[in-house]
């Protein structure tokens, strides 16, 4: 299974931005369907957006959706989150996850279905 690293978490205000990274090793990267989760305080881990094998393909949560940026530099075998437009509501741990070879009709917005996961990043908005 390939490894995930996160970085670039942080303090950001109401308004800011954050780029995201996870390093993958371990694993050929683009063989894998990539994806960010997030999960905030007392709350359940929850799908964010997620990156085809090739790039091509991307889809969002709705809370996200136009603000968030998912892309993956298959070379440099990294995945970013590209966060704009952060809120309060946006805090929370972000968790890269990572699925090889998923099936036709691969229910990505359910956590379960990723085989790797990285440690996390805390992503902090303050209001």
């Known amino acids: 299974q390939v490894q995930l690293v996160e970085s670039g978490g942080g303090l950001v205000q109401a308004g800011g931005s954050l780029r995201l990274s996870c390093a993958a090793s371990g694993g050929t990267f683009s063989y894998y369907t990539m994806a960010w989760f997030r999960q905030a305080p007392g709350k359940e881990r929850e799908f964010v957006a997620v990156?085809?094998?090739?790039?091509?393909?991307?889809y969002y949560a709705g809370s996200v959706k136009g603000r968030f940026t998912i892309s993956r530099d298959n070379a440099k075998n990294t995945v970013y989150l590209q966060a704009n437009s952060l809120k309060p509501e946006d805090t929370g741990f972000y968790y890269c996850a990572a699925e090889r070879d998923p099936p036709t009709g691969f229910i990505y917005y359910d956590s379960g279905r990723f085989g790797s996961w990285g440690q996390g990043t805390q992503v902090t908005v303050s209001s």
């Open positions: 990156i085809s094998r090739s790039g091509s393909m991307t």
